[in-house]
């Protein structure tokens, strides 16, 4: 039986021709994208700065700062709940890290305690302090929210109150009656001063207060 084997020798395979390359070195470069994560990052480290800043502008001449927490709060009550304030307060929602580094080394920074979840900010620029947290109060009623979205805390005049303290800001005095509880108090016998003097210090330093107040301004204006 015959067998058959393939040849020992196979032909030389003729080489491939040679490319040129005379492409340019620009054209093989990779082509440059914009750097949107830095630009973003950019805008983004402006924007915080820019929060810092107003929260330290909304800090002069404010007497009482507030946390509120707004979580499930949506923006149309958030905008119900700024257009009932009076005035003289502000309602700024801020996240907890810039308002931390805006009160750094200030009396407000007792209240880093409550820098947690989602909160607005309340400044209230005027002594009248319960009437600047009455409206919302009212919204809490109104859209029964008590236990959910309540105050988290506060500062007035260097001291931290917390949700369980409110009723001791919601209750402080108005000028006016500070004015008339010590003028009724000077002007009527020794005991009513007595009485005065004997009441919770807080009512005590609000009306020496305001008196000392009253004086500078009759003293300023003679």
Known sequence: METSFL??????AKPLPAFRTHIGAASIRPQQRPR??????AITRGRKEETVATVREQLEGCYLLAGIK?????????????????ETCSLLVAKNTLVGKAIEGTTWEAL??????????????????PTALKPYRAFQKEERVEETNDFVGAVFEGKFYGPGDFKTLETMP????????????LQGPATSLVAT???????????LSAYVRKLEEEAGAA
């Open 7 to 12: 040849p020992t020798t196979l032909p030389t």
């Open 36 to 41: 949107r994560s830095t630009i973003r990052a």
């Open 70 to 86: 707004y979580e499930g709060l949506t923006v149309k009550q958030l905008q119900g709940i700024r257009d009932a304030l009076p």
């Open 112 to 129: 880093k305690p409550c820098m947690k979840g989602m909160n607005a900010w309340l400044f209230v620029h005027t002594e009248e302090v």
């Open 174 to 185: 108005s000028r006016a009656e500070v004015y008339a509880t010590l003028l009724g108090a």
């Open 197 to 207: 003097l004997q009441a919770p210090a807080r009512d005590v330093v609000a009306v």
